[in-house]
Nanobody, 121 residues
């Protein structure tokens, strides 16, 4: 079974840094675009960043200049490096990837389980 497993969340002080990882596993033929989303309590889920298979990146205005998305195609893993963290960055962070399973002709979107990031002094 194809799945995404997230890690790296935790408690950090304002101005600090954190690095999230999202590893895809299972019977995978290829992975296309990978993304990060976040959701704070009582708020809508917000798109954060995207990286294409060719390495092109896009960011939400709220994180631009502070967050960096990257990927390792050998490890089938995407990362989110978060610097200069603010209290408003506090949320559950979810990874998303468009994956073509072995034996499939189509890409399917998969989601990670979510990891809590809390920015507080």
């Amino acid at each position: 079974q194809v799945q995404l497993v997230e890690s790296g969340g935790g408690l950090v002080q304002p101005g600090g840094s954190l690095r999230l990882s999202c590893a895809a596993s299972g019977s995978i033929f290829s992975i296309n675009t990978m993304e990060w989303y976040r959701q704070a309590p009582g708020k809508q889920r917000e798109w954060v960043a995207r990286i294409t298979s060719g390495g092109n990146t896009d960011y939400a205005d709220s994180v631009k200049g502070r967050f960096t998305i990257s990927r390792d195609n050998v490890k089938n893993t995407e990362y989110l490096q978060m610097n200069s963290l603010k209290p408003e960055d506090t949320a559950v962070y979810y990874c998303k990837a468009y994956i073509r399973p072995l034996g499939s002709r189509y890409f399917i979107d998969f989601w990670g389980q979510g990891t809590q990031v809390t920015v507080s002094s």
